[in-house]
Structures are given as structure tokens and as C-alpha cells.
């Protein structure tokens, strides 16, 4: 079964760094999202993405983040300038709404980033 | 605005007890309704779902009915199995943004 696949599974940085996560979605889904989950917390939306561009974002989602789709299979979150906050697992997911509908998220298995 | 609310865990039973993990939620609307399970290691999966007032989704097992009139969504199965060892999400879908409003999960322990 196709499934959606996250790099590096764990991240260390420094505070202060920028950090890249990489998402590889499935290949003929058109939605993309960005999940995040601080430990012992509820996991949060952040963003959602179709066509190129950001459909939804949530408050996280501030000028210290970005999207982007470099080419046609990756799917990246940029933090510009980590803060020991930032420390969470990140969860990438994608659907395929002509198939499945927007309601059923395919998840990859997350980039646990650690900033310190 | 919408939430998700779920039991705390961990939920800790022996293998072939019946299991019932609680999950209410408020929201505007009309919610589609979800599990998701996470197993140790691993990322989150769809479990099952439900789109509308008394439907009841099913895999694996597991039950859940989607209760307009109590606002719940019980995540339930008739005899576990050591495997069924997870944290279990319970998640609704704003369908204006497709949003995923989730709770804060229940870690369910299975002992042989």
C-alpha cells in the first residue's frame, strides 16, 4: 500500500537554527498538511496546502514557518529560526480527495525535532 | 470552538477484556467523526470513521457509533489482543476546512 514517507525521523538542532522537514507524500494525492504533536500534548494542525499554495493555517503557523512543494513529489516545512518550543514530533499527511475524500488523511510516521 | 475530549490513560486491561474508550466532542455543525490509532514507532492511521448521526464505523474489531443526541463517538471492542497495544485518537473534521480537531489521545496497555 502506498505510504506516505517523513525525513529524518529524529532532528537535533540548536536554537536558532533552521530546520527543513521532508515529506514525500502519495504520489497522486493533492492535498498536503502539516501536523505537529509536543509530547504529552494534542496533536495540532498547522497547515494545509493544494494547488501550489496554503489553503489553511493555524495560528502556530506564524512567519517563522513555510511550506513549500519544490518539485512533484516533496512536500517541506521550514522553521526559520527553531525555539526550544518548536521541540515536537511533526507529522506530514496527505489525501486525495477524488478518491477518498478530504476526510481521510494518510499520515506519514513523523520527524521527532528536538531543539536545544 | 469544536474539541475533542477523550479519557485519560492508560488504559491497562488483560487480553480478551472488553474495551470501551470514551470520546465526546462539541462542535457547530455537523462533524465527520474518527479513530485513529498510533502504534509504538509508528505513525498515526485511520482506524475507522463516521460521517453522519448513527452511523457506526468498524475495522479490526473495533466499533464506534456516531451519538448526535450525546455527542459521543466510543471507540469500543469485544476482546483485545496483546497487538492492540497503541494510543488511540479520537479526531473530528470541520467539513468547511477539513481541518482534523483531535484529542489528546488514551494510551491502552494489553498484558497477555
Known amino acids: 500500500e502506498p505510504e506516505v514517507t517523513q525525513t529524518p525521523s529524529h532532528q537535533v538542532t540548536q536554537m536558532g537554527q533552521e530546520v527543513i522537514l521532508r515529506c514525500v507524500p502519495i504520489s497522486n494525492h493533492l492535498y498536503f498538511y502539516w501536523y505537529r504533536q509536543i509530547l504529552g500534548q494534542k496533536v495540532e494542525f498547522l497547515v494545509s496546502f493544494y494547488n501550489n499554495e496554503i489553503s489553511e493555517k493555524s495560528e502556530i503557523f506564524d512567519d517563522q514557518f513555510s511550506v513549500e512543494r519544490p518539485d512533484g513529489s516533496n512536500f517541506t516545512l521550514k522553521i526559520r529560526s527553531t525555539k526550544l518550543e518548536d521541540s515536537a514530533m511533526y507529522f506530514c499527511?496527505?489525501?486525495?480527495?477524488?478518491?477518498?475524500?478530504?476526510?481521510?488523511?494518510?499520515f506519514g510516521s513523523g520527524t521527532q525535532l528536538s531543539v536545544l | 470552538g469544536d474539541s475533542v475530549t477523550q479519557m485519560e490513560g492508560p488504559v491497562t486491561l488483560s487480553e480478551e477484556a472488553f474495551l470501551t474508550i470514551n470520546c465526546t466532542y462539541t462542535a457547530t455543525g455537523y462533524p465527520s467523526l474518527f479513530w485513529y490509532v498510533q502504534y509504538p514507532g509508528e505513525g498515526l492511521q485511520l482506524l475507522l470513521k463516521a460521517t453522519k448521526a448513527d452511523d457506526k464505523g468498524s475495522n479490526k474489531g473495533f466499533e464506534a457509533t456516531y451519538r448526535k443526541e450525546t455527542t459521543s463517538f466510543h471507540l469500543e471492542k469485544g476482546s483485545v489482543q496483546v497487538s492492540d497495544s497503541a494510543v488511540y485518537f479520537c479526531?473530528?473534521?470541520?467539513?468547511?476546512?477539513?481541518?482534523?480537531?483531535w484529542g489528546a489521545g488514551t494510551k491502552l496497555i494489553i498484558k497477555p
Open positions: 479526531a473530528l473534521s470541520d467539513r468547511s476546512n477539513y481541518q482534523l480537531i
Open positions: 499527511a496527505s489525501s486525495d480527495p477524488l478518491r477518498d475524500s478530504n476526510e481521510k488523511l494518510f
